[in-house]
């Protein structure tokens, strides 16, 4: 007797990828409350007001629109997940490269987990959309070169 319901791969794999999208969401709000509980000490070392960015702002309620974009198999969902992925990569290379690692740890330890999480959800995402026979090509020409 099998546990799990009786879902075709690609129905699981696209409930996992809302799933990380909701995870992802939830790990942006709690880079929200990681960047205001660091507002002051921020404030102190750099001289200059500790702000939201735009990107941190937006993104989940993105993530969420997204997801239930997904889940009712959209075909923009998938696209937008991209270019969401690419956005926050962009945000989390430029904090880290302007020195957040040292005067915000905390703010880029959940930045990097949530962009982890949705980075996760667009290669399931990926998976899913790609063709059957492609991903068999794929694999076949993966065994064949080793």
């Known amino acids: ?6 879902l075709p791969r690609s ?3 696209l409930k996992a990828a809302v799933s990380l999208l909701c995870l992802a969401a939830a790990l942006e709000i709690a880079t929200w409350c990681a960047v205001l509980v660091t507002r002051d000490s921020v404030v102190v070392r750099l001289g200059v007001p500790a702000r939201l960015p735009l990107d941190l702002v937006a993104a989940p309620l993105a993530l969420l629109v997204l997801a239930v974009a997904i889940g ?3 075909r923009w969902g998938a696209g937008g997940l991209v270019a969401l992925t690419l956005l ?3 945000g989390l290379l430029s904090a880290v490269t302007r020195g957040a690692t040292t ?6 330890i959940t930045d990097a987990l949530a962009w982890a ?3 996760t ?5 990926a998976i899913r959309s790609a063709r059957p026979a492609a ?3 794929f694999f076949a020409a993966i065994r064949s070169s080793s």
């Open 1 to 6: 007797m099998r546990l799990l319901p009786d």
């Open 11 to 13: 129905a699981r794999l």
């Open 72 to 74: 009712h198999r959209r």
């Open 88 to 90: 926050t990569t962009i």
């Open 103 to 108: 005067y915000a740890p905390v703010d880029v």
């Open 117 to 119: 999480t949705t980075l």
């Open 121 to 125: 959800a667009a290669i399931l995402v």
């Open 135 to 137: 991903t068999q090509e």
